[in-house]
């Protein structure tokens, strides 16, 4: 499906040296995608990276094509040659990871990554990742909306955390979420 071809987009562009939090998505795919079912990956307002999605209709027709079909294009020249730097040894904690999970009931028409950009900027010292889960839309949400599964990894590097502090954490993370695109926890 297209969110297939959208993860292969992203595999293909992290081999490139683009990290994923720095792209978005938007629907603005050419017109030989079908609407709705694709989309364009950019870098920043103005610099389109990549377009993936399924062909529309005619175009399949054209071709004598059956069934859905799936494509994308890469824009080698748009991606920014990898910054060369020193990197420094990974520091390593000896502290325990520690995940939570979340469930944000929001529009449909909000991007995941608009979620996991917030989720990811409420403690950037402790977050060490943040990643979606699951996508549901069913008769268990209301009509219009979504929710968005979210395991976020907290790392601690100088002393393991206390359960106040955990829950302060979490109480940042929901309402950076909810900030920056109105959710609720489901």
Same mark, same amino acid.
Do not use: N
């Given at each position: ?7 292969? $987009? ?48 005619? $175009? ?7 069934? %859905? ?10 991606? %920014? ?74 790392? %601690? ?11 302060? $954490? ?17």
């Amino acid at each position: 499906d297209p969110w297939d071809v959208r993860a292969d $987009v992203g595999e293909a562009l992290a081999a490139l040296g683009v990290p994923p939090e720095a792209t978005s998505v938007t629907a603005d795919a050419p017109r030989h995608y079908h609407p709705g079912r694709s989309g364009v990956v950019r870098q920043g307002p103005r610099t389109v990276l990549a377009t993936f999605g399924e062909l529309h209709p005619s $175009v399949q027709r054209a071709l004598k094509c059956e069934g %859905p079909v799936m494509a994308f294009e890469l824009f080698l020249d748009a991606i %920014p040659d990898p910054k060369k730097r020193r990197r420094a040894a990974v520091a390593l904690s000896p502290f325990q990871p520690l995940t939570r999970d979340f469930a944000f009931v929001v529009a449909r028409d909000v991007d995941a990554a608009t979620v996991l950009r917030a989720a990811r900027g409420a403690e950037r010292t402790l977050i060490s990742a943040v990643r979606l889960f699951d996508v549901y839309e069913g008769d268990k949400i209301e009509a219009g909306h979504k929710s968005l599964g979210v395991e976020v990894t907290l790392q %601690p590097t100088d002393k393991s955390l206390t359960d106040a502090e955990i829950e302060a $954490v979490c109480a940042r993370i929901l309402a950076a979420v909810t900030k920056a695109t109105g959710a609720t926890l489901r």
